[in-house]
């Protein structure tokens, strides 16, 4: 039962990465670069870092 609450967690933290790297990378991609793709693309990969080191980060703690 443990197990999947962690895996949860974990999802948890990469979804909510994402759902801010997302719109904040929209933003800055059409004043930066005028194109809301590449500030998409930026903002995806900001959002999976994230959310991916502060689960590692929690696993750590656990």
């Not at 895996?7 to 059409?30: C, E, H, Q, R, S």
């Not at 004043?31 to 809301?36: A, K, Y």
């Amino acid at each position: 039962m443990l197990s999947k609450n962690r895996k949860a967690t974990g999802d948890t933290y990469l979804a909510a990465g994402i759902g801010i790297g997302l719109p904040l990378g929209a933003v800055l991609g059409l004043t930066i670069f005028d194109d809301i793709a590449i500030g998409v693309g930026i903002g995806l990969v900001f959002g999976i870092t994230v959310g991916t080191t502060i689960d590692s980060h929690k696993t750590k703690k656990e």
